[in-house]
């Protein structure tokens, strides 16, 4: 047994945009059941015999990966989906680690009778490699030393999320699959699976997300890690676990949050609300300085800098063409029915990302998600996204 | 004569957008002059016998202001036109302090034969209450205490900025104003221009703002603000002049010109181009990171921290209707000629806001900058900027 998820995967916290996701989440709800109860897996993937290569060099000797699975595999093993997850997400996709816990991030869209049917899918989602959530991360106690990594994890890319994601496969008896569904990030990994392995995707969904990392993402994700690094609790990395760099994690957090949502939607939400004047002194008191905090204060609670800064990277080195040659090229070889999503509110990975998505990919049709909610929509509109989904997956998905 | 000066004017330095900019104000020039040398005055207008009174309580017994002028004051005092400066601008809006000095921020669009022509018009620009460029702010010196304000120096709105600017111009003999015009914190400035002295207004130019600050810029001010407090070099406001919270400045900076600008146009110019791997790091390294950091130190070199959260306060602060009834009302009242610009690709002050201005303001037209470079467009678009304003000038503003 690797040393890899020794760290243990921190508490699952999952954030909804208040009445309104909840009030979506349970209109699915009422005509779908759950997965229930579910138990996270962890597998090794790599062993000094079988160690994994890093797509920038270096390898590692020891992979756990943690993992759960929603459904059965069929007999054939070619019934599988695998859902990517986003930057701060784990393996927990749907249902629930025990009563009164938490859903997964996906739960609506995950059980019996839900757009990802487990009575017909076998449901695979996994925690990405430099993840903090239980796979082989910062947090991870390297073998070699008996210590965490931290700072020194080496670093890797969306591919190698991949390399790893198609280990687990392999040793679940997974063949082709008959999707591989994410948004995001996790879109990220879709799109690697679709140009690495296109004949083992049956189909791909990408939701929310480019071909390639822009500049305006890059600068983003920049100066969330330059708010990491400039806390003095960062130590370069090397900070205690019980130390963490909260406030900086708190600061990249908060300009995310941002990004994530949209100009409409926080004007919707907040306004010029403000808060009582006790909380008054350098911050301002309005009602958007102090959600931007507590999504800080949570995250920092849930969430580890190192695996924040690792995680940050390998996203903005996605491209697609990336050591492939041009992307029109690279987009013309993916040839599964795909289904690209875009949300016309997201600022960061604007509809522009996706339009070029769509004319590349040579079976590729477009779904858009209505919302003022901007690039959190496919973890907001539930129902929009279920409706796109199963009707992608019954009517181009291979069976 | 008032010590609220003291600090004296920090050296000017202007950012443009690389050779576009610059091609742009060459093709403007080439037609127009400019109003050549031009030395920055500085004036008292409080005292301890007519102090300034402060929206939010308290008062400053001296304020000195540094402005610069354009063009003569006719007999009448009507031929003024005022033009209020952004967030990290100052009242050298154009000429130059000396030959190989670097022109106004806004020099393209200043002098005789241009838009705001000197032969016609006298105009007026002033380094605002509470900035860094000479007029009284955070790094004066307290009379009361011989020492700089630093975090001291009380909370000021746009609205004082305002009272500053009508003590400066009755100073100067200026009734009428035939225009007030600014853009982003500028434009707040010339709205609570119309909206307190409607009668001292003959016409109003707004460009890249809004009625209010909206929770998506607050937000944003926010995080900026976090970082400069984050910084250990901060102490709270009370560092050493010569010991500036660069890193949290920096970031702030940082933060702020990613919504100055556009996808789009952070795309065209960095795209994912990469600097040589030596710069390799704990930061990416992209050519937009690579630029971030180049802005975040300049502004460091030339800006103030204290000012920087006490500017962006006030900004958050920014309500016309605050004080005053329904928006509705306020604007129904402000009936001089108005000419709102807007820019469709500012993300930080999207078009909805000026649609709100033009649907309140009873005598407006619209007039749109079109550019791939986002808000920052009105300090980079000068033939367009140039174009709307003189017409608007020569067909609406009183004579």
Redesign the interface.
Known sequence: MSGGGAGGPRRLVHETWGDHAALLARSVHAHDGSVGVVRPQVIDVASPADPLPLELGGRLDHVAVTYETYGELDARGDNAVLVCHALTGSAHAAGRHGEGEVPGWWDPLVGPGKALDVREHFVVSSNVLGGCYGTTGPTSIDPASGRRYGPDFPRFTVRDMVEVQRRLLDRLGVGRLRAVVGGSMGGMQALEWAATHPERVGSLVAIGIGA?????A??????A???I????DFH??AYRPDRQPE??LG?AR??AM?TYR???S??A????ERRPAEEEG???S????SY?RYQGVKLAQRFDANTY?GLT?AM?DH?LAAGRGPLREVLAGMRMPSLVMGIPTD?LY?E?EQRQLLEGLPDARYARIVSPHGHDAFLIEFPQVAAHLRRFLQERAPR
Chains 1, 2 share one sequence.
């Open positions: 390639r990392h822009s500049a305006w890059i600068g983003l994700n920049e100066v890690r330059r708010a690094a400039a806390d003095p370069g990395g406030t900086g600061l908060a300009i941002l949209s100009f409409d926080l004007e939400k907040f306004g010029r350098l911050e301002a309005f009602e958007i300085a931007l800064v990277r903005d491209d600022v604007p522009v």
